[in-house]
């Protein structure tokens, strides 16, 4: 074959598809817009007469459109083949033709000129060439209509998912037997789905006149179907028939599992009882992310790990996994995060875990949220590389013991060199001044790392490692210490396990919360021992007794500690919890050296920023309190203008006129007021979102019930606005802004060392004496009465510093302020009945000035 034959075949193609392209567009837009509208599933929902006529006008308009493209698709000549090609070619004169004409006479002189002629023309079209195809559709398509329809239909199977074959083919296929007939009444059908128990959602009953529902993915369908006459019903799923299973002789029964769409239809002697198109929506796994990176905390060694997880249906767990960057193949470690109650499906928080005991601590690590959802489907965050928080060690041998530890964590294989270290380690005894148990623990580490292979040695190693370095650096001071925080913590269990349930104190718990007192007793007595030899050591002087700073001496913990257990054996319990946050001041006070050195002026600024918002909070206590207040009196105000109302109507009306709605219409003047209130409100509100952050900038966390008090006073900012009854929310607000101050005082204790309001000054010995101890009388009323107090035992400015920041004032609890609220409602009841006697209205209305 050659080229020019060639050539010109391509050509005809050429010309083929650009008569072909125009002709088919038609046919396969009406392809395109029917799928379209397969796609986005209205023929499901549609009759089966109009789905049918529906698809007799598609088919005859793609008929049409069919018998007008076959007119178009004839294939070109050969002349116009060979014509094409000398265009494209930008040839003229027909060289094609020449090839193929013969000159009519029989002049030797014209053969050869003709010859040469038609060389001169094969030379021409050696080089032909066929341009690309242009079928000029933009020309007749001047909207471009053929790309939104592209695009609708890439946007229709995205949509349509794994489900588009399925909605493609009932498009095709009506369903002949119409809409769903109706149950007759001596038939009953009842079909419900119920989803899986981890959505919480309620089951979904089926309308027995059909219709579309959409269902989680792994949700039960059970169809009941009792009464009338004929055979087995079936359950049909996208065409697939499943028998019921007979209950009795006229009850049947089936269920299936719905883990995608499908037209279901209940079927009884070839005709559809009911008919249900169902869409089912898969469950998504979770997403969690990191809301900040994860970083060392503010203080102490702990790590901040702030995080955000979502889930379509409810988170069930969440945790963080660590992996050594070092190493990346080692095992991880797993920290469990605390999520909200409930399961929720959206939720963000902070841990903030301590692993500098860990023998990671001082390296870099790669931490990865891991979300689990309650179907088992995980989803996991993009990694965060950060370093863990190590202590700090001074003692020479805890710091080689630490730095061994660390190569053990990055190369476990290095036993050789690490047993070699601690044989160097052991081999210079004067290093841990000759004590025997230190060089015991290094023989037993040394020949453990040398005789046992397990891979369980090397973590067992590291921890005896850090025992030592530990046991090594801290002395016995700090043991002592560590076994007094010990004791104190369990005493603070013990009580607060008797103070939530002292109806049930058993002999057995009395007698175990006095081996505790006695536990505590005697950690302290160790503790101060340990305290006077280290001061010996250092040719300090003895610990002095200061009444004003309340530090401790054997008198002053024998008289607390038997008060403390009389109150124990007595049943009060909130007296024996008030001693023992006394003797944690006192010993506080005598760990931090009070009596000692200055205060730190930074953390004394801290410490004053922070009883300024709490004195800021109680000043929100009683402008809230305020609020009530005049609700209160505008509800009394409202209930005596309709009670006036009333007895108008009884004396004018026979028979009375029943109290209608707008009876209880507030008036202006009180419209006026519960708008005024409202932007007082909304003022507060303000002021405690600015509260909130000063106190987070401040300490790094904010109590959980100022938010709660936050979303009560916008509750009641919008009941005001309204004219609806606020006083509910403010209620909600008061509790939850003492609640708020109370915790702002504990956190501020834990950070700053700073004493609650309220505990261990005048309360704390008032009820003391008043238990029947006289033992310390004068050591209380020196406290009351010394420097910087006035005869009442109250601070005075100068000791204040110039201003009353309230923190001597003890904020009343939830308990207290609701029995006076409970007080308060009652005597205004009492006061709107006008019928009492004018004695007793005129006692209540004096009672009620007061407030």
Request: net charge neutral; charged share 30%; glycine share 8%.
């Amino acid at each position: 074959m050659t080229q020019l034959t060639r050539r010109t075949r391509l050509a005809r193609l050429v010309l083929w598809w650009e008569a072909a392209w125009p002709a088919l567009w038609p046919p396969l837009g009406v392809i395109g817009v029917f799928l379209l509208v397969a796609l986005s599933g209205l023929p499901l929902v549609l009759p089966a007469a109009l789905h049918t006529l529906i698809l007799l006008g598609f088919a005859a308009a793609l008929g049409w459109a069919g018998w007008r493209a076959v007119r178009m698709l004839a294939l070109p000549g050969t002349a116009a083949a060979q014509r094409r090609l000398e265009r494209d070619s930008g040839l003229s004169h027909r060289p094609i033709a020449t090839l193929g004409d013969k000159p009519t006479g029989d002049d030797p002189v014209a053969h050869a000129l003709w010859e040469a002629h038609r060389r001169r023309a094969a030379e021409r079209i050696a080089a032909l060439r066929v341009a690309a195809p242009k079928p000029g559709l933009a020309r007749r398509d001047l909207r471009a209509l053929r790309g939104g329809l592209v695009v609708a239909l890439v946007s229709a199977l995205v949509i349509a998912g794994p489900e588009a074959p399925e909605r493609v083919r009932r498009a095709l296929v009506p369903h002949v037997a119409g809409a769903a007939l109706p149950a007759t009444p001596s038939v009953r059908l009842e079909a419900w789905i119920t989803p899986p128990a981890y959505t919480g959602a309620a089951p979904v009953f089926l309308d027995p006149a059909g219709g579309s529902v959409v269902v989680p993915a792994g949700s039960r369908l059970q169809v009941a179907v009792s009464g009338g006459a004929g055979g087995v019903p079936d359950l049909v799923l996208d065409g697939t028939a499943t028998p019921f299973r007979t209950l009795d002789r006229a009850s049947f029964a089936a269920e299936a599992v719905l883990d995608a769409g499908a037209r279901l239809a209940v079927r009884r002697d070839g005709s559809d009882i009911a008919q249900w198109s169902l869409t089912v929506r898969a469950d998504a796994p979770p997403v969690a992310s990191w809301d900040q990176a994860p970083a060392r905390a503010q203080r102490g060694l702990a790590i901040r790990l702030p995080w955000r997880a979502e889930d379509d249906w409810g988170l069930a767990t969440l945790r963080v996994e660590l992996r050594l960057k070092l190493r990346p193949e080692a095992e991880p470690v797993v920290l469990d995060l605390p999520l909200p109650p409930g399961s929720p499906r959206s939720a963000h928080g902070a841990g903030q875990p301590d692993l500098s005991a860990h023998p990671w601590a001082g390296l870099e690590v790669e931490a990865r949220l891991v979300a689990r959802d309650h179907a088992g489907q995980e989803g996991r965050s993009e990694g965060a590389f950060l370093e863990l928080p190590e202590r700090s060690f001074t003692h020479p041998v805890s710091q080689l013991l630490i730095a061994l530890r660390k190569a053990l964590s990055v190369d476990p294989s290095g036993r050789e060199p690490a047993r070699q270290e601690l044989d160097r380690i052991a081999g210079a005894p004067e290093a841990f001044e000759h004590d025997t148990g230190t060089f015991l623990a290094l023989r037993s580490a040394r020949h453990r790392l040398q005789r046992d292979r397990r891979p369980a040695a090397i973590a067992e190693v590291q921890e005896t490692l850090w025992d030592i370095a530990v046991a090594l650096e801290e002395g016995r001071t700090d043991r002592t210490a560590r076994a007094l925080a010990a004791a104190r913590e369990a005493l603070r269990e013990a009580l607060e396990e008797a103070r939530r349930n002292p109806e049930q104190r058993t002999d057995e718990q009395r007698a175990e919360t006095e081996r505790r007192i006695q536990e505590l007793r005697e950690a302290i007595r160790r503790h101060l021992e340990a305290l006077a030899e280290r001061l010996q050591r250092e040719n300090a002087e003895a610990l002095p007794y200061d009444p004003q700073q309340r530090l401790m001496d054997q008198r002053e913990l024998d008289r607390r500690t038997r008060r403390m257990e009389e109150a124990a054996r007595q049943g009060r319990t909130e007296d024996a919890q008030r001693e023992l946050a006394e003797l944690e001041e006192m010993l506080r006070a005598l760990e931090e050296g009070r009596n000692m050195r200055a205060e730190d002026r930074q953390r004394q600024q801290q410490r004053q920023r922070g009883q300024q918002q709490m004195g800021a909070v109680q000043d929100m206590v009683q402008r809230q309190a305020q609020m009530l207040d005049r609700g209160h009196q505008r509800a009394e105000q409202a209930d005596r203008d309709r009670a006036q109302q009333r007895r108008q109507q009884q004396t004018f009306t026979w028979p009375p006129r029943p109290p209608t709605s707008q009876d209880a219409q507030p008036t202006p003047q009180q419209q006026a007021e519960a708008q005024q209130d409202a932007r007082i409100q909304r003022a507060l509100r303000r002021a405690l979102g600015e509260l909130m952050q000063q106190f987070g900038d401040l300490t790094g966390d904010v109590p959980q019930q100022l938010g709660e008090a936050d979303r009560a006073m916008r509750d009641s900012a919008e009941a005001l606005r309204d004219g609806r009854d606020a006083r509910e929310n403010q209620q909600r607000a008061i509790r939850a802004l003492t609640e708020g101050g109370r915790q702002m005082a504990q956190q501020m204790q834990r950070q700053f060392g700073q004493s609650q309001p309220g505990e261990g000054e005048e309360e704390g010995e008032g009820e003391g004496m008043a238990g029947g101890e006289q033992g310390g009388e004068g050591q209380d009323q020196a406290q009351q009465q010394g420097p910087g107090r006035d005869p009442l035992g109250r601070r005075t400015r100068e000791q204040t510093g110039g201003q009353d920041n309230a923190s001597d004032t003890r904020v009343p609890d939830e308990a207290e302020l609701l029995k006076t609220r409970r007080i308060q409602e009652e005597l205004r009841r009492r006061g709107a009945e006008r019928e009492r006697p004018p004695a007793e209205l005129d006692y209540i209305d004096r009672l009620l000035r007061q407030f």
